[in-house]
């Protein structure tokens, strides 16, 4: 995959930071969705572990190649198992056991866990004993969109990375030379800058889907679909794929009405409802997982699309 150019000055700092004996025990990297906080997450590991690192990880070394591979002895990850998409406090103490132990290679132990803000309360508290006393030459990596969703004595004791977005012609560029030719500026107009989802994602398909849900949105927002039977047909396949679509659409139209409210003095009230539906769209991401009757979540929060009456 081609070095994301937008990451260069996260990863210099790094390489700074480890060359000068600086590294931190921990890091949380709070990324945008889709920004490449996984792919800087596995860059760091390579650069602990490289067996001939001058500055940056070579790739070409049996280390590098293992951590590629999802196959190295000193790397342990917590990422969602098939059945949950919630981390839980089994998986955490694994990991802190697995820290504990002699690194196979007499360097760094790296635990990596992604996405941080899924852990739950239980498995949140048993890590926090693991930052309070980190096996000496080891490096927890967390990576999480919504880092509020920890509690504040996880992040206190991480050195944080911020990711943001890159502009359109520089996400546009990296998928080109990463996936080659395609209809990246539509599928980005569904999914919204984030490349890393847009990589992984079909790009002849992904425009498809946007359309679609694009002229069902529209249609409820005027009160003219049918959102029992829209939310019925989302539920049935890629839903969380549909959401991050949903969320994209209320994104543009916040950005809209906020322009408006700055040059004509549109109602608040409306940027209001947005944003309470945006958080509506990200609470049912979250709960994907639980026995929630996702078809009449989502019918709910189409119906606040609607137009008020009277």
Not at 28 to 36: F, S
Not at 198 to 211: F, Q
Not at 235 to 260: H, I, K, M, Y
Request: aromatic share 4%.
């Amino acid at each position: 995959m081609k070095e994301p150019k937008w990451l260069k000055s996260h990863m210099n700092s790094l390489a700074g930071a480890h060359g000068s004996a600086h590294m931190p025990h921990a890091l949380m990297i709070h990324e945008a969705p889709g920004g490449g906080g996984e792919w800087l997450a596995g860059w760091v590991t390579r650069l602990l572990l490289c067996s001939n690192v001058d500055g940056e990880p070579c790739g070409e070394c049996v280390s590098c190649k293992r951590v590629f591979a999802g196959q190295h002895p000193d790397v342990a990850r917590v990422s969602f198992t098939e059945e949950s998409r919630q981390l839980k406090i089994e998986q955490v103490r694994e990991l802190a056991a697995e820290l504990a132990l002699t690194s196979h290679q007499g360097g760094y132990k790296i635990g990596i866990i992604s996405p941080a803000d899924a852990l739950n309360r239980f498995a949140a508290n048993a890590l926090l004993k693991t930052l309070e006393e980190p096996p000496p030459r080891t490096l927890l990596i967390l990576v999480a969109v919504e880092p509020s969703r920890l509690p504040a004595t996880i992040l206190s004791r991480c050195q944080r990375i911020r990711i943001r977005a890159p502009g359109r012609v520089e996400s546009v560029r990296w998928l080109q030379a990463t996936r080659g030719e395609g209809e990246w500026n539509a599928v980005l107009d569904v999914l919204g800058d984030a490349p890393f989802i847009a990589a992984d994602s079909d790009p002849a398909a992904i425009p498809r889907l946007g359309s679609e849900m694009r002229s069902a949105l529209e249609d409820l927002s005027r009160g003219a679909g049918d959102p029992v039977a829209t939310a019925e047909r989302w539920s049935r396949a890629d839903l969380g794929l549909r959401l991050r679509c949903f969320e994209n659409w209320l994104t543009d139209r916040v950005r809209g009405l906020a322009q408006a409210h700055l040059s004509h003095g549109a109602a608040p009230a409306k940027l209001r409802g947005l944003f309470e539906l945006m958080d509506g769209v990200r609470e049912l991401v979250a709960a994907l997982d639980t026995p929630l009757n996702k078809s009449l979540a989502l019918e709910g929060l189409l119906r606040r699309l609607a137009p008020s009456r009277g």
